[in-house]
């Protein structure tokens, strides 16, 4: 999954709007971030197969960043950074809608997946429910669930028309990420995959900080 990480951050945004978007941005992509170094450092493994539909991913060995114990490591991980570390949101309940962020990463990729998410370090387990294998479905589910959470925080975010403004730029943005992701040219090496992923993760927590800014500039703060 790719857009559709997001729209765990909107929602977090919408139940907790004190923790700024690019935090949640990030959250939402916490793992891939750390799949994305792996991939660079040959931690972890994976190939390029562009026969495969939606996109020529395959993913042989992610246990640490992919396992479903992994993921609930990395939420630990992120609860403690975000509950010290004030700028990303801070102790008690921003801390959990931080770590909830990044957990729900496992879930939304299990949706998508081939069977390729093991549930811990062991990989005779490995679970997907593969929508990736219907490219159209697999399209139209990830800018649902977007569509869904962006039109959730902006109603619940009392900003008015500078968040609705900024939500049509969310969907507008992460439309053409996601087109570019199903049928742009497929890279050469798995390397490159990973490099373009991890510029693009941190694109998109820039645009998250700038927005936000634009937000709270044309008058009405996103924080309740
Ligand atoms: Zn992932």
Redesign the pocket.
């Known amino acids: 999954?790719f857009v559709g990480?997001y729209s765990a951050a909107f929602i977090g945004k919408a139940v907790e709007p004190r923790v700024p978007f690019c935090v949640l941005f990030l959250a939402a992509?916490f793992?891939?971030v750390f799949?994305a170094i792996f991939i660079i450092l040959g931690i972890e493994k994976a190939s390029l197969d562009p026969g495969l539909s939606s996109n020529p991913l395959v993913l042989d060995y992610?246990p640490y960043?992919?396992s479903l114990a992994g993921t609930f490591v990395w939420a630990a991980v992120a609860f403690v950074l975000a509950h010290r570390i004030p700028v990303l949101g801070g102790a008690g309940r921003t801390a959990v809608v931080v770590a909830a962020v990044v957990a729900s990463?496992?879930f939304?990729?299990l949706i998508v997946?081939r069977p390729d998410l093991p549930l811990d370090g062991d990989q005779t387990v490995k679970l997907g429910l593969a929508l990736w294998n219907y490219p159209v479905p697999a399209f139209v589910a990830e800018m649902a669930l977007l569509f869904a959470s962006i039109i959730f925080w902006f109603r619940r975010s009392g900003a008015g028309m500078p968040a609705r403004r900024a939500g049509r730029w969310f969907i507008v943005g992460f439309l053409i990420l996601q087109l570019g992701f199903w049928l742009g040219p497929v890279p050469p090496v798995i390397q490159a995959v990973a490099a373009s992923a991890l510029f693009t993760f941190l694109l998109i927590a820039w645009a998250g900080v700038r927005i936000e800014r634009r937000i709270i500039e044309t008058g009405a703060a996103p924080a309740n």
């Open positions: 999954m990480h992509q793992v891939d799949w992610m960043t992919h990463h496992w939304l990729d997946h």
